[in-house]
């Protein structure tokens, strides 16, 4: 390989004791597009983090063009070429679009002064070659995951550099929004520059890729070209053992005890609003394109969105909720799409992060004992295989996917009668996918916690799902059960274009 524009040699990295990444050898060719895969905590980002500049490893080198290079920060290494795009957003919520995208290279007049009116202009340009709809005033704040998102990859590719990192591009993304992204990175490659692909979407990789790493417990399994490998090689390279079956086998002996009833849940005037209902151990999915409502809906049944209007009953008596606290006092618990921003306390422990919901039962005499929340908090380390050196790990050290776990066990703790969890896969690799659909099963069908879901893996919703609502417009679209379910049954609803907008269930 002539062409080498980035190589990394033995790189290693350790966090206090735990090993990241061991002896890593890893190279990318100009025009190149390299798929980076493993399991969380693989250290796919710790690798990435080091090249761009956040991380500085611990022993090995990494080459740039044939030369040795060591960054202290991200400036230098996009001085060098280098951009990343995190799977985490680092924006900043109260600063508009075009102020987040050009933020710390401000464009400026002659005269010195900012010049809004050109980063408003580039920003518009550079949302338009990828088909974004994006106001360049809007607060970030204003805008859904999905719309950051976008945010998050027009600052990576507003920079002109040789190498741009993508951590779990798509993840919040629409089918639309994802052909957009492949035919940029595609009009990217062809200008010879070369784009770093980090996702657990096997379908897109195969789809995208010239070649592809698999990394396992910080350690280079191989490198191959994507023409060489199956899905089912890669997999078994990422988890060391062949998976037959990613989901669990279905389980259709549903109760007929109603524990939540839905009426005129309607999201803003003029729409026609939702009727639903949820019974005792089933899963039921929420699913529709981005922006259609499913966001919003969950939302209202937590408290944390006003909808125009809704009525609810809970085990068979009207219930108001008004806010998070009364939903948990109704035995309601959400997971949210927003680990960063809502979900945890990155800067604390595991245990304090899991202990959390319930520190006031855990208090003795008046005092909070740390090792009842440890107690508490191993529990559930070990049911969801939170992979951490003890329970006193900060949670921002940990990785994406395990991070996941840990809100999950956060939201477990209290017990709930009613689950609500928005995207509870997004950015997990395929081991860990399994691990929550064993125990979204195990949650549902064996202590007869009742799940509401909104997802928009359609692979996901249909083999993980008892019954399907696809939202569209503010409104329930179609019902279908699980086991009856098509993913182009599904996208016909999503879309609005079935002839007869029903699917017998």
């Known amino acids: 390989m002539e062409n080498l524009v980035l190589e990394t040699r033995n790189i290693c990295k350790s966090f206090f004791k735990n090993e990241v990444l061991i002896n890593v050898n ?31 490893a611990s022993s090995g080198e990494y080459l740039i063009n044939g030369e040795v290079r060591h960054f202290n920060n991200t400036l230098e290494a996009q001085q060098a070429g280098i951009s990343i795009m995190h799977q985490e957003f680092n924006l900043i919520p109260y600063l508009t679009v075009y102020e987040n995208i050009f933020l710390g290279r ?10 809004a009116q050109a980063m408003r202009k580039q920003t518009m340009e550079l949302a338009g070659n990828l088909d974004i709809k994006l106001d360049p ?22 920079i002109n550099t040789q190498i741009i990192i993508m951590d779990e591009p798509t993840a919040a993304l629409t089918i639309a929004e994802v052909d957009s992204l492949f035919n940029l990175i595609r009009k990217l490659k062809a200008e010879g520059r070369t784009i770093i692909y980090i996702s657990h979407r096997l379908n897109e990789i195969f789809e995208i890729s010239d070649r592809i790493t698999i990394l396992k417990d910080g350690a280079t399994m191989g490198t191959k070209r994507i023409d060489e490998v199956t899905k089912d090689d890669v997999v078994s390279m990422m988890v060391g053992r062949p998976v037959d079956n990613i989901f669990p086998e279905r389980d259709r002996l549903l109760s007929t005890d109603e524990v939540l009833k839905v009426e005129n849940l309607v999201l803003k005037k003029d729409q026609e609003g939702m009727c639903f209902s949820l019974k005792r151990g089933e899963l039921l999915c929420l699913t529709g394109l981005e922006g259609q409502g499913q966001r919003e809906a969950i939302r209202s049944l937590f408290g944390l969105y006003r909808p125009f209007s809704i009525e609810l009953m809970i085990n068979g008596q009207k219930a108001q909720i008004k806010s998070p606290a009364s939903a948990k006092k109704r035995g309601m618990l959400f997971l949210t799409d927003d680990r960063k921003a809502e979900g945890l306390f990155l800067d604390l422990e595991i245990f304090s992060n899991i202990a959390f919901p319930i520190i006031q039962k855990l208090k003795k005499g008046g005092f909070i004992f740390r090792s009842a929340e440890r107690n508490a908090a191993q529990e559930y380390m070990e049911k969801l295989n939170v992979k951490a050196t003890s329970s006193a790990q900060y949670v921002k050290t940990l990785s994406g996917g395990n991070q996941q776990k840990v809100l999950l066990g956060k939201c477990l703790s209290p017990k709930p009668n009613i689950l609500l969890v928005h995207e509870p896969t997004r950015g997990i690799d395929v081991g860990a996918k399994i691990e929550i659909y064993d125990l979204l099963k195990a949650l ?7 799940v509401i879901m909104v997802s928009s893996d359609l692979l996901e919703v249909i083999n993980v799902s008892d019954r399907i609502l696809v939202v569209y417009d503010g409104k ?7 086991e009856n379910a098509t993913e182009e049954g599904l996208m016909r609803l999503a879309t609005n274009i079935m002839e007869d907008n029903t699917i017998a269930s």
Not at 44 to 49: G, N, P
């Open 26 to 56: 890893f190279s990318c060719e100009a025009g190149e597009i390299h798929s980076l895969v493993g399991e969380n905590g693989a250290g796919k980002s710790t690798l990435m983090r080091i090249i761009s500049g956040v991380y500085t």
């Open 106 to 115: 401000q464009l400026l007049k002659k005269g010195g002064s900012i010049d």
């Open 137 to 158: 005033n809007s607060l970030v704040s204003e805008l859904s995951v999905a719309q950051q998102q976008m945010i998050e990859i027009l600052k990576a590719i507003s």
């Open 444 to 450: 549902t069908k064996e202590e007869g916690i009742s």
């Open 476 to 482: 329930i679209n179609g019902e279908v059960m699980g």
